[in-house]
């Protein structure tokens, strides 16, 4: 069933405080009327009106209460834990997530933070701006290292999971692979293990790094135990979701110097508080939820977009990265 309207009477809604996403699309001059929002408030007022909303972080279940011509969302990220799927399938109304438009960005900038915690980056940073120039390290356990023959543990085997195995095989590292269905993999990682086997992985792993979603299996995956159970020498590094993690057991685990560091990119509240006690951590290197950004970004998504346009116009029922 064609759910949406000729071209000539179609509007898309772009919702976003800063990926210029309108400016993309009309670029690609498809004729289709089109404008952008970029506040939680305009882009309640602007509602109704619009059949396809382009969305991400903005979007409040209230804002279904105008949207009475909605019939597609694609969102601009791949999480979709924010909609009312159920609320969605009864006003029929297609979702799709922008799933692997950022995997080679996010999967770059968690082996950035890899090789930045390995190398002792970050110290390098905070010791130029002080104009200290450190000697040469005695204590061979303070010193910057290789990755070479170093364990990378993987917990989300996905695009993001996968591509990041191969740059990690490339610096010469062990990987190891946690996913749902260990049947369904690339061969990349050295070995694959499903999440049951976790709490025995994390010993042998010198950096354990989250790509997986949030669901309710990987809320809080790294807690006390999972932090009690890594090496004293280990590092944690997320690029998943803030909720993937006990914030608390992570502060304790970093000021006490259960593991050696961590490079986090999600917390569960953003911005992250002025007043919190992880910026003044030195063990640990806080990116502003940037993995994902990319000067592509905005194409990368419209391009998904106009091909589920396309197919709903024909009366195609799947859609690439289909939710609903």
């Not at 089109?34 to 903005?58: C, D, K, N, P, Y």
Request: hydrophobic fraction near 40%; glycine fraction near 6%.
């Amino acid at each position: 069933m064609n759910l949406l309207p000729r071209r000539e009477e179609l509007t898309i809604h772009f919702a976003h405080s800063a990926y210029r996403m309108a400016e993309r699309f009309l670029s690609r001059d498809t004729g289709i009327r089109h404008f952008q929002t970029w506040t939680h408030e305009e882009t309640r007022s602007q509602m109704g009106g619009a059949e396809v909303l382009v969305i991400s972080g903005f979007w409040r279940d209230d804002l279904l209460e105008t949207a009475v011509d909605l019939r597609y969302i694609q969102t601009i990220s791949a999480g979709y834990e924010q909609f009312p799927l159920d609320e969605l399938r009864t006003r029929t109304v297609r979702l799709a997530n922008a799933s692997g438009v950022n995997a080679d960005a996010v999967s770059h900038h968690a082996m950035g933070l890899v090789l930045a915690l390995a190398r002792q980056l970050h110290l390098a940073r905070d010791q130029q701006r002080n104009r200290y120039w450190r000697p040469m390290i005695s204590d061979r356990a303070q010193r910057e290292d290789d990755l070479c023959e170093q364990t990378m543990l993987i917990i989300g085997l996905g695009e993001i999971g996968s591509r990041l195995a191969k740059l990690a095989k490339t610096f010469g590292m062990r990987v190891l692979g946690v996913k749902q269905d260990i049947t369904r993999h690339d061969g990349t990682a050295d070995e694959v293990y499903a999440p049951q086997q976790l709490p025995r992985l994390f010993s042998q792993a010198d950096f354990v790094v989250l790509c997986c979603p949030l669901t309710p299996s990987t809320r809080n995956v790294i807690d006390v135990g999972a932090f009690s159970a890594m090496k004293v020498a280990g590092h944690l590094v997320n690029v998943a979701r803030g909720g993937c993690v006990d914030e608390a057991a992570l502060a304790t685990a970093l000021t006490t110097g259960q593991i050696a560091g961590a490079a986090i990119d999600h917390f569960c509240d953003e911005p992250l508080q002025a007043d919190s006690p992880f910026w003044s951590m030195d063990n640990l290197i806080i990116t502003p939820h940037s993995a994902g950004e990319t000067r592509k970004y905005e194409d990368n998504v419209i391009d998904i977009l106009i091909e589920n346009i396309d197919r709903l116009w024909i009366g195609n029922e799947k859609l690439v990265n289909q939710i609903l």
